[in-house]
């Protein structure tokens, strides 16, 4: 009787420290399941953990020229929506992602860092 006993709770018993998977495969009901991780990019969006970005259509705000003659542009859109782009040529329009509520970049620094860099 008690032979029967410590056996059951010797092969019944989980083990709460270790995660190990089982020598027989029928006692495994979720090895071969992915990890959240291993989800692609269409998987995340279906199992509703990531949304598609939207994009709004950005229209230059700010442009200044940096002394090595790339052009740092600020973008403004929908509901405050900005975005900083260093090109050097920089379009009308751009379509950038939305962020609602945004501040404003501060262009003087990425000018200023420019400017810098082409010093040296």
């Not at 056996?7 to 190990?20: A, R, Y």
């Not at 403004?76 to 945004?102: F, I, S, W």
Request: charged share 30%; with cysteine; glycine share 4%.
């Amino acid at each position: 009787m008690h032979l029967v006993l410590i056996t059951l709770l010797l092969f019944v018993t989980p083990s709460f420290g270790e995660q190990k998977q089982p020598k027989n495969i029928f006692q495994c009901f979720t090895c071969f399941l992915k990890k959240p991780s291993d989800w692609t990019w269409e998987q995340e969006k279906r199992l509703g953990i990531r949304e598609d970005p939207k994009y709004v259509t950005c229209r230059r705000y700010k442009r200044v020229q940096a002394k090595n003659g790339q052009q740092v542009c600020i973008y403004k859109g929908a509901n405050n929506t900005y975005t900083l782009v260093v090109e050097g040529q920089c379009p009308n329009e751009y379509r950038c992602k939305y962020d609602p509520h945004g501040e404003e970049p501060n262009i003087d620094s990425v000018v200023d860092s420019l400017n810098d860099k082409f010093k040296k």
